[in-house]
């Protein structure tokens, strides 16, 4: 169990660095008006939606963090059952075993009319 929230704070820690980083770059905004570097705009806007995804990432690590060691670590919330070691250590945050993944990405795709 120790391993897996110092496995945790360290995906955290390496986190909070990245986002450190891209907020300072964010710091400075490009111009939109005509001539004013679209590119360096469009740039800009991608960086910003990168920031958001890191800062959600962080926010499910903190939770896995505070939940690690307690009852319910590391059991899938749809089916109760234990999620595999190897899932949790590629995925520290995750609260789906594989097949509930699964069986979720597959309702999400869109099946051809008949």
């Known amino acids: ?3 897996r929230k110092e496995a945790l704070q360290r995906e955290i820690d390496k986190l909070r660095a990245q986002m ?4 300072a770059a964010l710091e400075d905004k490009p111009e939109y008006g005509i001539g004013g570097g679209a590119s360096a705009a469009t740039r800009w806007e991608l960086d910003r939606a990168i920031l958001q995804q890191l800062r959600e990432r962080a926010t499910g690590l903190d939770r896995a963090l505070s939940q690690a060691g307690e009852a ?3 059991i899938c919330v749809r089916c109760g059952k234990p999620i595999h070691p190897d899932r949790l250590a590629v995925l520290p945050d995750t609260q789906v075993c594989v097949k ?3 069986v979720g990405e597959r309702a999400a795709v869109p099946q051809p009319a008949g």
């Open 1 to 3: 169990m120790q391993d």
């Open 20 to 23: 450190a980083a891209m907020e």
């Open 72 to 74: 319910a670590d590391g």
């Open 100 to 102: 509930c993944a699964r």
